[in-house]
């Protein structure tokens, strides 16, 4: 393998890129002069140093408080999302992006838990796809009174639709030992939408119709 089929290769697993515009990514970086390589590759390792993932909700996010600076324990490594959220509801999400659109609409406060990804319909080892248990261990030591309902928001598709049903087989025990409510966001969304790109009025109105 030549050093153009290396990288088309690896553009290939970014999401929604085929081999056709990889290779167009490949001639367009051979193109460019030897600096934007290099400004290129320094911000791809500075990404990896700069941002971290929360252990709460799993998003990725750049902490405010830098190394050295005086924090409370429980704040470092937990993002800001998850400290001003109110602890009575939990949102699941598929996606980093759908956190950040539902967030940015405003009409809805309370917790977030990013599942990594939609269970496919044919998979024989889902655990390893989605963050399935430890969502279930986030859940099981909750405080008993503090959660009080849980959000699926998956896109409304087969794929969505799946791990909505996968997601509640999933923690229907621990949901119903502690005696927590799980609606879907999905009913109130038409077929094929794609939460991240939803506008406010849908997702209020999502929200609403929830089921
Ligand atoms: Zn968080």
Redesign the pocket.
Known sequence: MDIIEKLTEVFKEFPGIGERQARRFVYFLMSRNGAYSENLSGLILDLKKEVAQ?K??F?FFIPTQKVGTPTSSKSVG??E??LNADSSSLMIVEKDSDLESVKKSRVYNGKYFILGGLVPIVEKNTKSRVRIEELKKKIGSSPKSDLGEIILAFSLSPQGDHTDTYVRNELKEITEKQNIKISSLGKGLSTGTELEYSDNDTLKNALKNRQ
Request: proline share 0%; with cysteine; glycine share 0%.
């Open positions: 929360c709460e909700c998003r937990v993002c999302v998850c």
